[in-house]
């Protein structure tokens, strides 16, 4: 007759706890930046979804997120039924600081770590709007989520003049994709050397009436929330242009050296990095 050999129980209970991490669903941490002033209370704001960047997403609702400054936790917060976790957080000075944000260990779900930036400016700090479309080459595929080595689809010298240019302006990067494309957009500027800053998601209809109307009302939020210095935008897109100059901001067409349009009037037109500088003289 055969022996049974007997099995320790912890065999089973290793067993058991791969299983459940295994069978684990994947989800992503949308993060979304913030400007700030010294002493001043800031919402930090994430998005928990199912599924990876890029894919068709929906929130993840009850699950505990935690924010963490330089291995410091700030707290943690559950995802509503938005997906939306918020933190109250209070910077002390001016300076960017970075906020990781991870999603606490559970059973139901698996996401990395993404960095939320926090700018704390004085009031008075000027505000250059960028719109990302702005610094990429026109026709070029956007790098793929998680790819190690993105293209470099950077415009010529737009590392070299942002960087320049952040020294007197608090830079802002404006997205104007859907919102699932921020840490894409966030790794890529990274990748390339921009300057850090923030990143806002600014989704954007296609119709160029209803395009103009939003960014209007994007620009006029960051007004109401204290920042009444917007001294200029860089963008592609006519319409943000003409949101731009309607609320007197000066505007910057970065165009295409064969588009004989000069686009709307009071706009200064430009067809590369090296003359920006200048348009806003």
Same mark, same amino acid.
Request: glycine share 6%.
């Given at each position: 007759?055969?022996?049974?050999?007997?099995?320790?129980?912890?065999?089973?209970?290793?067993?058991?706890? *791969? /299983?459940?991490?295994?069978?684990?669903?994947?989800?992503?941490?949308?993060?979304?930046?913030?400007?700030?002033?010294?002493?001043?209370?800031?919402?930090?704001?994430?998005?928990?979804?199912?599924?990876?960047?890029?894919?068709? /997403?929906?929130?993840?609702?009850?699950?505990?997120?935690?924010?963490?400054? %330089? =291995?410091?936790?700030?707290?943690?917060?559950?995802?509503?039924?938005?997906?939306?976790?918020?933190?109250?957080?209070?910077?002390?000075?001016?300076?960017?600081?970075?906020?990781?944000?991870?999603?606490?260990? /559970?059973?139901?779900?698996?996401?990395? +770590?993404?960095?939320?930036?926090?700018?704390?400016?004085?009031?008075?700090?000027?505000?250059?709007?960028?719109?990302?479309?702005?610094?990429?080459?026109?026709?070029?595929?956007?790098?793929?989520?998680?790819?190690?080595?993105?293209?470099? =689809?950077?415009?010529?010298?737009?590392?070299?003049?942002?960087?320049?240019?952040?020294?007197?302006?608090?830079?802002?990067?404006?997205?104007?994709?859907?919102?699932?494309?921020?840490?894409?957009?966030? =790794?890529?500027?990274?990748?390339?050397?921009?300057?850090?800053?923030?990143?806002?998601?600014?989704?954007?209809?296609?119709?160029?009436?209803?395009?103009?109307?939003?960014?209007?009302?994007?620009?006029?939020? *960051?007004?109401?929330?204290?920042?009444?210095?917007?001294?200029?935008?860089?963008?592609?897109?006519?319409?943000?242009?003409?949101?731009?100059?309607?609320?007197?901001? %000066?505007?910057?067409?970065?165009?295409?050296?064969?588009?004989?349009?000069?686009?709307?009037?009071?706009?200064?037109?430009?067809?590369?990095?090296?003359?920006? +500088?200048?348009?806003?003289?």
């Amino acid at each position: 007759m055969a022996r049974i050999l007997p099995v320790p129980i912890g065999f089973f209970l290793v067993l058991f706890s *791969v /299983n459940l991490v295994s069978a684990r669903s994947s989800a992503s941490i949308i993060p979304f930046d913030q400007l700030a002033q010294p002493k001043q209370p800031v919402r930090m704001a994430v998005r928990l979804v199912t599924g990876g960047l890029g894919l068709v /997403n929906r929130p993840v609702s009850g699950e505990r997120i935690e924010f963490l400054l %330089k =291995d410091r936790s700030l707290g943690q917060t559950l995802s509503g039924g938005d997906g939306m976790a918020v933190k109250s957080f209070v910077p002390s000075k001016p300076g960017l600081y970075t906020v990781t944000v991870r999603l606490v260990e /559970n059973p139901r779900y698996e996401a990395g +770590p993404v960095e939320l930036s926090i700018a704390c400016r004085n009031a008075s700090t000027p505000i250059l709007l960028v719109a990302v479309s702005s610094v990429r080459i026109p026709g070029e595929p956007s790098p793929a989520p998680f790819s190690p080595t993105p293209p470099s =689809d950077a415009m010529p010298e737009a590392v070299k003049v942002l960087s320049r240019l952040s020294k007197p302006y608090q830079l802002l990067y404006v997205e104007t994709g859907d919102e699932a494309l921020i840490t894409e957009a966030k =790794d890529w500027l990274t990748h390339q050397g921009f300057p850090p800053a923030p990143l806002a998601a600014w989704p954007m209809p296609d119709d160029a009436e209803r395009r103009m109307e939003r960014f209007v009302e994007r620009l006029q939020e *960051v007004r109401d929330a204290g920042w009444r210095k917007i001294s200029a935008g860089i963008t592609r897109s006519v319409a943000e242009a003409e949101a731009l100059i309607r609320l007197k901001i %000066k505007a910057v067409l970065m165009a295409e050296e064969d588009e004989e349009d000069d686009g709307p009037a009071g706009a200064k037109k430009v067809t590369d990095w090296k003359a920006v +500088p200048a348009a806003f003289q």
